[in-house]
Every structure is written in structure tokens, then in C-alpha cells.
């Protein structure tokens, strides 16, 4: 009973010892400067079955034959021995080894506890060489210039970063670990995720003619609105400067974003409208966007009212009427001007009082202006219930019709307008008198300063 014990002690220390071995291994050897093994866990387990080591200490059929306390202690014996190796193997590393002892004669066990250490001695020398190869074999990162980084929102970006833990992470699984076995051979890029294309400027970039060059051809040959929303925005902030202002219509550029304002796409053509407005503030570039005025006129009348589209359109005819040379080209939509001063809301009214204040400083367009159509309603713009800015939009815009009616001698040939023209709504109903005298106790000094001039030159 004695010697059996001994025995089992034995085998067990071997195991126990070969184990220790395997750990200072997995913790020191198995390591590389550039990466970092994780534990396998149970599907590893499951692909590297040809890994896990049965070994079996036997005697042979003759062990069986002994009988009564001899054989009852080398039993328990052997089941007290193969606890002690499961506990520590659980703990441990990957490799399994189940030892099953039977009666030993002399020297037989150690010659066979040297044979185990020496088998698991080479499985790690063999894993280390897998490891090594595998190092080898999953080769440098490697992204597509202009293109997003592949991978999770925001994620670091490392192109020169080799290693297997690189190689895992292209797999898609959370936690990378390398694989022991070689068949599945590991991509020597990472796959590179599609996307849109993405454009070579930032939106606020001052640029030089050059680059302003190459937007202008992404415009011209781009039919993604993507893009060409970027480029439009791009040209124009860099329109506001006068520099650019030339440098755009020398280019060419002028017709390229013209031809954007026919699109049914309603962002691209407020957008075109925007780098038109800002190009517009240049002289030479009003003479090549005046063939486009009547068309931004149109769109501008028949698009959704208050839309953001209508906002950029008024504002481009706005700085088109600035001077005097182009205002004739839009003296056909005064009453629609006028009828969308009275439908419109806040910000409507104010830019279209504007426009219309740039048609009553020239004195030439009067009488057009005076003999349109108005609705009656637009009388309740002159109410102290309005803010500042519209009282003293409209309060100079009477001003200056009054102004021009007096200098053109229209007043003596008032039979000419109609009942509802603007001029009778201003001059003659009297209603417009009575209103802007009820402003004279405005709160606004400012309001009541303007209502007084206005009343002087009555």
C-alpha cells in the first residue's frame, strides 16, 4: 500500500511539474514584443483537440489479477491521483492528461515519468514555433488613401501596426486572439469599408485659384448631390472674398453653378443660389449673372412659400438690384413682389421690403412701381404692433415713392392709376396718412424720429 502511494505521489509530481513548465511558457516564452496572447477559450479548445495529450501509465492485463487490500488501495489511489491532475489542469494550461496508475515494479515509473516530460516538453516547443509563424504570417496594416478608417466610430487608426493582434481584430470579434492552428491563413490587409467620396477641401478653406480650379471640375462632372452640396458651399465662402470673386468668374466658374439653380433638388439649388449671392457683390460678375435673373425670379415666386430657397433667391435679386442697370429686368413681377409682402412671414417681409426699397432709390422705375397692383391689405404693415425693422422698412419705402411721385410730377396724373395701384393705396385713400400718424406716439424713439421726417414731407 505504501509502495503504490509512493507511486501515485510520484506520477502526480511529474504532472504537477510539467504543468508549472507549460505556465512559464505561456507567461514568459510564448510572448512577443509586438503582440499579446489572450487565454484561449472553449472553441479553441474544441479546434486544438489535437493538442490535448492522454496518458496512460499502465501495467497491463497482469495489474488485474492481484486481489483483496492490494488491489482496494491501489484503486482509490489511482482516483485520489487523477483528482489532483484534473484540479490542476482546470487551473492551468490546455493540455489534458489523464494518468491512470496501476501496480509499478521498480524502476519502470520514473523511466516513464521522464517519457512524459519529455512529450510535453516538445508540444511547447511546437507551439512556440506555430507562434512565431503566425507572428510572420499577418504582415502591416494598410489603408486606401481618402478613405474612412475600417473599423467602430472613432476608433484609432495605427496603418503601420503589425502583428497578429491586428491580424484578429480584421475578423470582427471583440477580443482578438491568435490561433494555433495554420490552416486558416490570416489577411495580410485590412478590408476596406466603402464609402462616400470624400472631399479634398474643408468647407471653410480660403483656396487659390489651382484648387478652386479642382472644385469647380468635381462640380461639373459630380452628379451626386453630396457633392455637390459640399463643393457649392466651398465656393461660396470663398466667393465673400473679392479676390476669389475674380478669380471664380475668370475660371469659369460662374456659369458651372448657374447651371445647378434648374435642379429639382431643392438643397443644391439653395446652395447655388448662396455662392451666387456672394458673387454677385462683384460688378463684372453681376454683367455675366444678370442672364440668370429672370429665372431666380421665377423660381423664386412659384417655390414653397417662406422655403429656405425663396430666402436665398430674394436675396440674390436683392443684391442684383443694389445699382441701377439690371432692375428693368424685373419690373414685371412687382405685383407678385408686392402680393408675397403680404403673405410672407417675419423674415419674408423684411428681405422683400428690401428688394423693394433698392426699385423705389431709383426714380426711373415710379411709375411702374406706383402702377401696380397691391392688396389692400398691406396697409397693416403700418401698425405699432410691428417690430422696429419692419415699421422702418416700411416707412422708408413710403417715404420714397412719396419722394419720387413729387419729383416726377406724377401727382397731377393721378387719373391714370386705377383704384387699386399702389399709388392710390399711398397717396390718395388718406387711410396710409392716418396710420403713420397713429405711429407718432410709438414707444421706439427710433420708429418716432422716422414717423416725424416721413410727416414733414407730406
Not at 502526480?12 to 514584443?33: H, M, N, Q, S
Not at 484540479?87 to 515509473?109: F, I, N, T, W, Y
Not at 431666380?296 to 414653397?304: E, F, L
Request: aromatic content about 6%; hydrophobic content about 35%; overall charge positive.
Amino acid at each position: 500500500m505504501g509502495r503504490t502511494r509512493e507511486a501515485g505521489c510520484v506520477a502526480a509530481g511529474v504532472v504537477i511539474g510539467a504543468g508549472a513548465c507549460y505556465c512559464v511558457y505561456r507567461l514568459t516564452w510564448g510572448r512577443d514584443e509586438n503582440e499579446k496572447i489572450w487565454d484561449d477559450d472553449d472553441e479553441d479548445d474544441e479546434e486544438e483537440s489535437s493538442d490535448i495529450v492522454e496518458t496512460r501509465i499502465e501495467n497491463g492485463k497482469g495489474a488485474k489479477a492481484n486481489a483483496g487490500m492490494g488491489s482496494e488501495a491501489r484503486l482509490q489511489g489511482d482516483s485520489k491521483v487523477k483528482a489532483e491532475v484534473g484540479m490542476v489542469l482546470e487551473s492551468g494550461s490546455d493540455v489534458k492528461a489523464e494518468v491512470h496508475l496501476g501496480p509499478q515494479s521498480g524502476g519502470s515509473l520514473e523511466a516513464k515519468a521522464k517519457a512524459l516530460f519529455s512529450t510535453l516538453k516538445e508540444q511547447a516547443s511546437a507551439k512556440v514555433g506555430r507562434g512565431a509563424r503566425l507572428g510572420t504570417i499577418s504582415g502591416n496594416r494598410t489603408l486606401a488613401p481618402s478613405l474612412p478608417c475600417p473599423g467602430g466610430r472613432g476608433g484609432g487608426c495605427h496603418p503601420t501596426r503589425s502583428g497578429a493582434r491586428a491580424g484578429s481584430r480584421a475578423s470582427g470579434k471583440t477580443k482578438g486572439r491568435t490561433r494555433g492552428k495554420s490552416t486558416r491563413t490570416p489577411a495580410t490587409a485590412w478590408p476596406v469599408r466603402r464609402g462616400k467620396f470624400n472631399f479634398p477641401y474643408k468647407i471653410d478653406d480660403i483656396l487659390g485659384a489651382p484648387d478652386l480650379q479642382k472644385v469647380l471640375n468635381i462640380l461639373e462632372r459630380s452628379n451626386d448631390p453630396f457633392i455637390q452640396e459640399i463643393a457649392l458651399v466651398t465656393l461660396g465662402n470663398n466667393a465673400a472674398y473679392s479676390f476669389n470673386q475674380n478669380a471664380i468668374r475668370e475660371l469659369g466658374g460662374l456659369p458651372i453653378i448657374a447651371k445647378l439653380i434648374k435642379t429639382k433638388d431643392l438643397i443644391i439649388r439653395e446652395k447655388a443660389y448662396n455662392a451666387l449671392n456672394n458673387l454677385s457683390v462683384n460688378a463684372e460678375n453681376q454683367g455675366k449673372i444678370k442672364t440668370y435673373i429672370s429665372q431666380v425670379c421665377d423660381d423664386t415666386m412659384i417655390c414653397r412659400l417662406d422655403s429656405a430657397v425663396q430666402m436665398a433667391g430674394l436675396r440674390l435679386l436683392t443684391n442684383m438690384t443694389v445699382t441701377n442697370h439690371y432692375q428693368h429686368l424685373l419690373s414685371y413681377s412687382f405685383p407678385d413682389f408686392f402680393a408675397l409682402l403680404f403673405l410672407g412671414n417675419y423674415f419674408t417681409k423684411i428681405q422683400i421690403m428690401k428688394l423693394i426699397i433698392n426699385f423705389t432709390e431709383n426714380p426711373a422705375m415710379t411709375r411702374e412701381l406706383v402702377s401696380c397692383k397691391v392688396p389692400s391689405e398691406l396697409i397693416s404693415l403700418f401698425n405699432k404692433e410691428w417690430d422696429r425693422e419692419i415699421l422702418l422698412n416700411i416707412l422708408t419705402l413710403f417715404e420714397n415713392i412719396n419722394d419720387n411721385i413729387k419729383s416726377e410730377g406724377l401727382a397731377s396724373s393721378k387719373k391714370e392709376f386705377s383704384r387699386s395701384s399702389l399709388f392710390f393705396l399711398f397717396k390718395e385713400s388718406g387711410v396710409c396718412i392716418k396710420k403713420i400718424k397713429a405711429l407718432a406716439n410709438h414707444n421706439d424713439l427710433v420708429v418716432k424720429v422716422k414717423v416725424l421726417k416721413v410727416l414733414t414731407k407730406l
